[in-house]
């Protein structure tokens, strides 16, 4: 693949009657906007969304086009910027959040980051502080997803007590976030592999949902009778969205975050009632809390690279988005331009 300055390597997402794939091309280089950066990719996550997507089950509220270049959470460094852009230059470190307004979304609706170079709205970029590494840069999107639940759901800290449903990015993070402002945490996964990451991340207890595993008992059993001060249900499973209220505190909060594409199962209206409990549901991360999670990061030291278990090259986006699929020995999956392998 012959790339000159004129052409770019990207990872497209297309539909043909067989469905949607991705693959490697070489598509022109976009000609500079006036408000917009040119930057060059360091690493780019697979997110779930870019999964369901690729699976047809994408929420309709989103504006999909075809074909696109793939890629919304991502970090990297300014090659050129716009005339009409006043913060940024080149060799800036800088990330972007995907929203851009109405039901577009960047890398769903426009081409996304997967790219050797891209174009993004200046207006969307925020700076790298100096002493956060463009990997960890990287993983601020799920990260900010929770920042922005923790504060709607009251917060946590050294007094609380957290149990996290679910050890994919979302609950990972969570994981890393509660332990980081001090809370005990008991981690809840299918998966010994992401499990021992949730252990890496800070996790004080495992519980491995293993097949005819009482989830809530066990729970119940390392926490004790009393329960959880908060409960953060992040796979949007039924059977873990049920269990996640039975392993309750009396007045604790439950914060639901995984995506559910099915009824859950029945829960106990008497339970909740019976409990006092508070349920809420956060989903994204606004812009306004990107800036917020940067400075957590810069200022606590939170690393939450641990999960990412693999980075593939760009030609290799078919293997990358396979294993991004497979919880069982993968976790968060990277691209770069010229991969790094697994981790």
């Given at each position: 693949m012959t790339?000159?300055?004129?052409s770019?390597?990207?990872?497209?997402?297309?539909?043909?009657?067989g469905?949607?794939t991705v693959?490697?091309d070489?598509?022109?280089?976009?000609?500079m906007?006036?408000?917009a950066?040119?930057?060059?990719p360091?690493?780019v996550g697979?997110?779930?969304?870019?999964?369901?997507?690729?699976s047809g089950?994408?929420?309709?509220?989103f504006e999909?086009?075809?074909?696109h270049?793939?890629?919304?959470?991502?970090?990297?460094?300014?090659?050129?910027?716009g005339?009409?852009?006043?913060?940024?230059r080149?060799?800036?470190?800088?990330i972007?959040?995907?929203?851009?307004?109405g039901n577009?979304w960047f890398?769903?609706?426009?081409?996304?980051?997967?790219?050797?170079t891209f174009l993004?709205p200046?207006?969307m970029?925020?700076a790298?502080?100096?002493?956060?590494?463009?990997?960890?840069?990287a993983l601020?999107e799920p990260?900010?997803?929770c920042?922005q639940?923790?504060?709607?759901?009251?917060?946590?800290?050294?007094?609380h007590?957290?149990?996290v449903?679910?050890?994919?990015a979302?609950?990972?993070?969570m994981?890393?976030?509660a332990?980081?402002?001090?809370?005990?945490?008991?981690?809840?996964d299918?998966?010994p592999?992401?499990?021992?990451?949730?252990?890496?991340?800070?996790?004080?207890h495992?519980?491995?949902?293993a097949?005819?595993?009482?989830?809530?008992?066990?729970?119940?059993?390392?926490?004790?009778?009393r329960g959880?001060?908060?409960?953060?249900?992040?796979?949007?499973?039924?059977?873990?969205?049920?269990?996640?209220?039975?392993?309750?505190?009396q007045?604790a909060?439950?914060?639901?975050?995984?995506?559910?594409?099915?009824?859950?199962?029945?829960?106990?209206?008497?339970?909740?009632?019976n409990?006092?409990?508070r349920?809420s549901?956060?989903?994204?991360?606004p812009?306004?809390?990107?800036?917020?999670?940067?400075?957590l990061?810069?200022?606590?030291?939170?690393?939450l690279?641990?999960m990412?278990?693999?980075v593939?090259?760009?030609?290799?986006?078919?293997?990358?988005v396979?294993?991004?699929?497979?919880?069982?020995?993968?976790a968060?999956?990277?691209?770069?331009?010229?991969g790094?392998?697994?981790r």
């Amino acid at each position: 693949m012959t790339i000159s300055e004129t052409s770019r390597r990207a990872v497209v997402v297309h539909r043909s009657d067989g469905g949607l794939t991705v693959s490697c091309d070489l598509l022109p280089v976009p000609p500079m906007e006036d408000a917009a950066l040119r930057v060059r990719p360091e690493y780019v996550g697979i997110c779930g969304s870019d999964l369901e997507q690729l699976s047809g089950g994408m929420d309709p509220g989103f504006e999909v086009r075809f074909p696109h270049v793939l890629g919304h959470e991502w970090s990297g460094v300014v090659v050129e910027a716009g005339p009409a852009t006043s913060r940024f230059r080149p060799g800036d470190r800088v990330i972007g959040h995907g929203a851009l307004g109405g039901n577009i979304w960047f890398g769903v609706s426009t081409d996304g980051a997967m790219a050797d170079t891209f174009l993004v709205p200046e207006a969307m970029c925020f700076a790298v502080p100096p002493a956060v590494s463009s990997l960890r840069a990287a993983l601020v999107e799920p990260l900010a997803c929770c920042l922005q639940a923790l504060r709607t759901a009251g917060g946590a800290d050294a007094g609380h007590t957290v149990a996290v449903f679910g050890c994919g990015a979302i609950g990972l993070s969570m994981v890393g976030l509660a332990r980081t402002l001090g809370a005990r945490v008991v981690a809840v996964d299918r998966s010994p592999y992401r499990l021992d990451l949730a252990a890496r991340l800070g996790a004080d207890h495992r519980v491995e949902a293993a097949p005819g595993v009482d989830v809530a008992a066990a729970v119940l059993d390392v926490l004790g009778p009393r329960g959880a001060d908060l409960v953060v249900e992040g796979s949007g499973a039924p059977a873990a969205q049920a269990a996640a209220l039975d392993v309750t505190a009396q007045d604790a909060r439950v914060l639901f975050m995984g995506l559910a594409h099915r009824r859950s199962e029945q829960v106990s209206l008497h339970q909740i009632q019976n409990r006092n409990l508070r349920l809420s549901s956060s989903t994204g991360a606004p812009p306004q809390i990107w800036e917020p999670t940067l400075r957590l990061l810069d200022r606590t030291g939170l690393d939450l690279s641990p999960m990412v278990s693999d980075v593939f090259a760009f030609e290799d986006c078919a293997a990358a988005v396979a294993a991004a699929g497979d919880a069982g020995g993968h976790a968060k999956v990277m691209l770069s331009p010229d991969g790094g392998g697994h981790r």
